[in-house]
Structure formats: C-alpha cells, structure tokens
C-alpha cells in the first residue's frame, strides 16, 4: 500500500496506519508516492474497505498493490565477504486468503507467534500441544503456504547493511516470470513480489535490496537493469521506519 502524504500531515497519517491492526511494516520513502505499508485482512475486499475509511478520516488517497506472485520472501545477510554464497532454490507461489484451520493449527499459530524460548526443543513448550502434534502442525502450514518461514529478525544495519531500497520495475507480462525468478536469486535481495500497477505507477515487479553503502546499490541496480534490459525502473531508498512488527493473529471462536 503506499500514499502522497504532505509532509506536514506525514507523522499524522503514518500513526494513523500503525494504529490498523493488520499493518506490520511502514516507511517513508523518498519519492512522491512516500508512505509505503503493508496491510493484512482476511480479502481484498475488507482491505479495500479499510483504506476507503482511512482515506476519508485522514483526506489522503491510498493506492493498493496487490501482491500477485511472490518471487522471494527470505531474509539472509551475509556477514562475511569471505564465505560464498548460499541461496535456497527460487520458490514461486501466489497468495491466498483463507484456508480452514483445525485447533491444533489454530493453537501452533498462537505459539509459533510469540518469541521461542531459549531451550533445546522450544515446541516442548507449545501450551495445550504435544511437541510432535505442533510439530505436524507447523509442516501442515508450511506446506499450505500458511506459515513462510520461522526466522530470527536480524537487525541488518547493525550488520552493516545501511542502504536499503525498494527496486520497482516495468516488466512486460511474458518476462515478468523470468525476470522475476533471476531477481530472486541474488543474495543482495530479500522480498520480490510481482504486484498490480496503478493509473501512473507502471511498475509491477518489486525487490527489497540491501547494500552496505550507496554506491553498491546504485552499482547493483545498474548491473542487473543493464543485464536484463530494464529500462524503466526506479529504487525508493528508506529514509525512515515508522513501524516493523508482526502482525498476531487472534482466532475468534
């Protein structure tokens, strides 16, 4: 999701969208568009709804980006230049909405949630659940596409990854899968989506990319818009982290 916000109603807007409960990222951006979050509701119909509400209260326009396809979601910094590369294999997956959980799904989720606890076998200590039977469960959601991953949250810049930016791309429909799964494969990248453009946002193909300094991420978007023939494109550099949390999910019997 992003917005034009006037800078002298951007703190207001910005706590405003951290106040949805379904909002777990937010950035300001340096471009027009320079709120960018991430929104999460059981359909795009509800979401829509909810940025309708939110453009009304705040007399801002909010644009969406559904995500169509999902090229990469996974977070890896290489924190040593000396060791080599390592990527997992391109997995390429379409989002869902709903999917019917049993309980014991329903009561890994509460569990996978919360932070582990520093034992040797945390799922042991899933409340309510046998080790194996939350074990089972989490295969279950990882197989569905449910669950993405279980990860420790990094702090990158501490890493030395200080510049960050948001690759946006024009990529014709008959090479966006392509161009999409070769942009998945570089080490530099976290997220890489392939979302729906809007009347004057052209672009539909999106990579996070992390950099040890500003002129490697130019360098990097240069090679690889050289490489694949990219003409138009634009990175967003992150200029501010309104908010970066999970977003918990709490099941109403």
């Known amino acids: 999701m992003t917005a034009q916000t006037p800078p002298d109603r951007l703190d207001e807007t910005a706590r405003a969208i951290n106040d949805l409960p379904g909002v777990s990222h937010n950035y300001l951006r340096d471009h027009n568009y320079n709120l960018w979050f991430t929104l999460q509701d059981s359909s795009m119909e509800r979401i829509d709804s909810i940025l309708s509400d939110l453009s009304k209260r705040l007399g801002v326009e909010f644009r969406s980006l559904p995500a169509e396809r999902v090229f990469k979601l996974d977070v890896r910094f290489q ?32 569990f996978l949630q919360q932070e582990f606890p520093l034992v040797f076998r945390p799922f042991e200590r899933a409340e309510g659940l046998e080790e194996q039977v939350c074990l089972e469960a989490a295969r279950t959601l990882l197989e569905k596409g449910v669950l993405k991953r279980i990860a420790a949250v990094v702090n990158h810049y501490k890493l030395g990854y200080s510049a960050n930016g948001m690759f946006c791309a024009a990529v014709p429909s008959d090479r966006i899968e392509s161009v999409g799964r070769r942009l998945a494969a570089y080490r530099q990248i976290s997220h890489c989506y392939q979302r729906r453009p809007f009347a004057g946002w052209p672009y539909n193909l999106f990579a996070m990319i992390h950099a040890r300094n500003d002129a490697m991420l130019r360098m990097w978007t240069e090679d690889f818009s050289h490489t694949m023939k990219i003409n138009d494109f634009v990175v967003l550099r992150t200029v501010r982290e309104f908010k970066k949390e999970p977003v918990l999910i709490n099941f109403v019997d």
């Open 79 to 110: 924190s040593r230049p000396d060791l080599p590369d390592s990527q997992p294999p391109v997995r390429v997956f379409s989002p869902a909405f709903a999917m019917e959980l049993s309980e014991p799904q329903k009561m890994a989720i509460r």
